[in-house]
T-cell receptor, first 115, second 112 residues
Framework: EAGVAQSPRYKIIEKRQSVAFWCNPI?????LYWYQQILGQGPKLLIQ??????VDDSQLPKDRFSAERLKGVDSTLKIQPAKLEDSAVYLC????WGRGNTEAFFGQGTRLTVV | SQQGEEDPQALSIQEGENATMNCSYK?????LQWYRQNSGRGLVHLIL?????REKHSGRLRVTLDTSKKSSSLLITASRAADTASYFC????????????FGQGTRLTINP
């Protein structure tokens, strides 16, 4: 079974530039998550999709971050414009849904450095 | 805001000893999960315990859950150098929409 695929693995951009991350979840997984993990901290949930609908985006900075999951499969997360404090690892995860089936499978993440 | 808080933030023990990490959370949950993260890598799921369960085992891992105290513990027995990693608890919370929220983690170091 193929895992969660993310690209790129690393990205360095200057502040005020834009950047996009891509995620392809495990086939058949209805739920897709994007997390931001700053060095030394736990993953912070940015947005959660159920199929192609948004379940929660309460911690997504909507003035600069956007995400979509067209056709309920792969997803993109965009930052425009980037700030220095956006430097972090962006993790994508997917899971089946339903009670007792919420084990999340993570990709390797995209390490973003904003200079 | 983060749901879970792990304790301690860092733990250093000798190989062969047992390691215990604790997690406290704030709101009602469907289940609680523990994940491991090796440096520079993605998170790996270790074990899931449902809200109606009190204890669960998987190999050298033992997890307990006390919903009255809103707390959980992860015990790793007979630790190995390969267990060196960060460990996170994650709660599948019922707060509006169901969502998976992580704590800040415990950094575990196993000394040979």
């Amino acid at each position: 079974e193929a895992g969660v695929a993310q690209s790129p693995r690393y990205k360095i951009i200057e502040k005020r530039q834009s950047v996009a991350f891509w995620c392809n979840p495990i086939s058949g997984h209805a739920t897709l998550y994007w997390y931001q993990q700053i060095l030394g901290q736990g993953p912070k949930l940015l947005i959660q999709f159920q199929n192609n609908g948004v379940v929660d985006d309460s911690q997504l900075p909507k003035d600069r971050f956007s995400a979509e999951r067209l056709k309920g499969v792969d997803s993109t997360l965009k930052i425009q414009p980037a700030k220095l404090e956006d430097s972090a690892v962006y993790l994508c995860a997917s899971s089946l849904w339903g009670r007792g089936n919420t084990e999340a499978f993570f990709g390797q993440g995209t390490r973003l450095t904003v200079v | 805001s983060q749901q879970g808080e792990e304790d301690p933030q860092a733990l250093s023990i000798q190989e062969g000893e047992n390691a215990t990490m604790n997690c406290s959370y704030k709101t009602s949950i469907n289940n609680l999960q523990w994940y491991r993260q090796n440096s520079g890598r993605g998170l790996v799921h270790l074990i899931l315990i449902r809200s109606n369960e009190r204890e669960k085992h998987s190999g050298r891992l033992r997890v307990t859950l006390d919903t009255s105290k809103k707390s959980s513990s992860l015990l790793i027995t007979a630790s190995r150098a390969a267990d060196t990693a960060s460990y996170f608890c994650a709660t599948d919370i019922i707060q509006g929409a169901q969502k998976l929220v992580f704590g800040q983690g415990t950094r575990l170091t196993i000394n040979p």
